[in-house]
């Protein structure tokens, strides 16, 4: 297993290339379920995730290629089943319900365990398809949907969900009448999704606000589209620059997809402004120790709760991380306390007393977003940081030594001895 190393104190300059969004391009991937034929979309990241998706619509009967574009065709889809091999390394699959089942009438798809920020059930998913008309059962660890035609609804999420709205917006584009979202997610992910559902020649409105309305129609054609820039792998190098003392700017971005993470990080002292859509972010030379809690969108991201955690393990006083989306996904404290951090956990909380610095140890990576706060606190560790299971990071963050390295990082990939 690679291992990452970081020799950390280089205050990085220049500017990092910013990669499609891993969270959009996935629901606009399970989308192309929707409708038969040959779709294309630009900007998809070479990620691992990504292409989990695309075995997981290979299996199905799809037929893809990823070079520049992502291209697949969806003509010749023979069986409507995520099996249990791809959902385990990804729960994302679980996006290919809704589509199956409105195309399909059918769908059959692992349930996807626990993972390492909480238990993450789905049962939103299935109560809003169940409101729709689904049949829906569970046999040896699957999902067992059926429905002769879904039918509209007015479904009320009791908590907002990312891909419960997705799932549920995609299901609604082809049953009969209207069904209403209430409390959706407003992320712009959903947006993208909207936007590319409607160039499909479905009928929605209201996506980015907590009421979508979609009027089902019969069929839908096949389209194309272009990924969104992934605003968490911005906000991650937007952190570099803070922690490392650094100067970057970064482009293509989306600042009002940023705004809740530009504020927090101006509060803690750093110099951000957007030019000609690039965005520049300048690091004090104190990090100022603020509080930050965890929203749904247009909220602070709890995506980048880890990262943000790093940083304030050197401010100049006391934070109060509060997690708000899921219950535990604070498992990289630890690996930061190897690194020196001081940190308290009491539940959902975490107090950070900024330390004057961080020094290099073998860490290890417990899922994608606590990966990249330990590389954030590596490359602002005094010595060598050695992070193990980088397979994590992998499923997320496009080429992350080769960018980091050409704005002054000291990182490399080692192949594990054992
Ligand atoms: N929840 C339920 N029941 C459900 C669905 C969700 O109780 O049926 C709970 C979850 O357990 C959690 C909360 O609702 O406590 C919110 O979860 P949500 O459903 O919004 O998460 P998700 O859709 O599974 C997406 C992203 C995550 C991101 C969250 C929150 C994708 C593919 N994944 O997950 O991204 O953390 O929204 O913004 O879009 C990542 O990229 O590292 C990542 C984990």
Same mark, same amino acid.
């Given at each position: 297993m690679d291992k990452l190393m970081i020799e950390g104190g280089v205050p990085l300059t220049g500017h990092i290339p910013i990669s499609g969004a891993k969270n959009a391009a996935l629901p606009l991937m399970a989308s192309s379920?929707?409708?038969s034929g040959k779709h294309t979309l630009a900007n998809?990241?070479?990620l691992r995730d990504i292409r989990t998706m695309q075995r997981l619509l290979g299996h199905m009967g799809a037929e893809s290629e990823h070079d520049d574009q992502f291209r697949i065709d969806?003509?010749? =889809?023979?069986r409507p089943e995520a099996p249990y091999e791809l959902v385990k390394t990804m729960r994302?699959?679980?996006?290919v319900l809704g589509p199956l089942l409105a195309r399909y009438q059918r769908a059959r798809v692992s349930l996807p365990g626990g993972c390492a920020i909480g238990a993450r059930p789905i049962n939103l998913h299935l109560k809003g398809l169940e409101r729709m008309g689904a049949e829906i059962q569970l046999e040896h660890g699957y999902v067992i949907a059926e429905a002769k035609r879904l039918q509209g609804a007015t479904i009320t999420f009791d908590q907002v969900t990312v891909t419960g709205t997705e799932n549920l917006m995609m299901a609604a584009c082809l049953a009969a009448g209207v069904t209403v979202l209430e409390n959706a997610a407003r992320e712009p992910e959903v947006l993208a999704l909207a936007e590319y559902l409607g160039q499909m020649g479905a009928r929605i409105r209201g996506a980015g606000t907590p009421q979508i309305t979609i009027e089902g129609v019969s069929d839908l054609k096949p389209g194309s589209y272009t990924v969104i820039p992934d605003r968490i792998e911005t906000g991650t190098y937007m952190i570099a620059a803070a922690i490392t003392g650094g100067h970057l700017t970064l482009s293509p971005c989306r600042p009002e997809h940023l705004e809740a993470v530009t504020g927090k990080l101006k509060a803690a002292g750093a110099a951000i402004k957007v030019e000609d859509g690039i965005l520049d972010v300048q690091a004090a030379s104190d990090i100022r120790s603020i509080d930050m809690k965890t929203w749904p969108f247009?909220?602070?991201?709890t995506d980048m709760q880890a990262q943000f955690m790093s940083l304030m393990t050197l401010g100049n006083g006391v934070s109060l991380i509060t997690e708000q =989306?899921?219950?535990?996904?604070?498992?990289h404290v630890l690996e930061l306390k190897r690194l020196g951090a001081d940190i308290n956990l009491d539940g959902r909380n975490a107090v950070v007393r900024g330390v004057s610095s961080l020094s290099g140890a073998p860490v290890m990576a417990t899922d994608l977003r606590a990966s990249a706060s330990l590389v954030l606190a590596g490359l602002a560790a005094d010595g060598v940081t050695e992070i193990s299971r980088i397979y994590h990071l992998d499923r997320g963050y496009e080429t992350i030594e080769q960018k980091l390295e050409a704005v002054g990082a000291r990182i490399w990939r080692e192949k594990d001895q054992e």
């Open positions: 379920l929707l409708a998809v990241p070479r969806t003509s010749h =889809i023979h994302a699959s679980v996006l247009p909220g602070f991201p =989306i899921f219950e535990n996904r604070f498992m």
